[in-house]
């Protein structure tokens, strides 16, 4: 295995030493990864949003360092339908 982590590590030396495929590392992030990262946060932060108020929810209805295991339930229910509901979309 020494082989193989010293070729990564003198290749990556070399990479970061060549101003042209830094250039087009920093082009390729900035048009094609930057945006798709920026997309799927905007489509997955409403329902982070939304999982995070339930989890509140069901919190403040049960007291989850008394009852664990009804909390930790519930919560796996509510991870559950959400889950079968998205597939139903589908």
């Known amino acids: ?3 193989i982590k010293n070729l990564i ?3 990556a030396r070399r990479a970061m030493n060549d101003e ?7 082009e390729t992030f900035e048009k094609e990864i930057k945006p798709r990262a920026e997309a799927a946060w905007s489509e997955a932060k409403p329902r982070i ?3 995070r108020d339930d989890i509140r929810k069901i919190a403040k209805k049960g ?3 008394e009852n664990p295991g ?3 339930g519930q919560i796996t229910r509510r991870i559950f339908d959400e889950f079968t509901k998205d597939k139903k979309k589908d």
Do not use: D
């Open 70 to 72: 009804n909390f930790a």
């Open 63 to 65: 007291k989850p360092m």
């Open 49 to 51: 949003e939304n999982a």
């Open 1 to 3: 295995m020494p082989i």
């Open 9 to 11: 590590y003198y290749a």
């Open 20 to 26: 042209k495929l830094r250039q087009k590392a920093t």
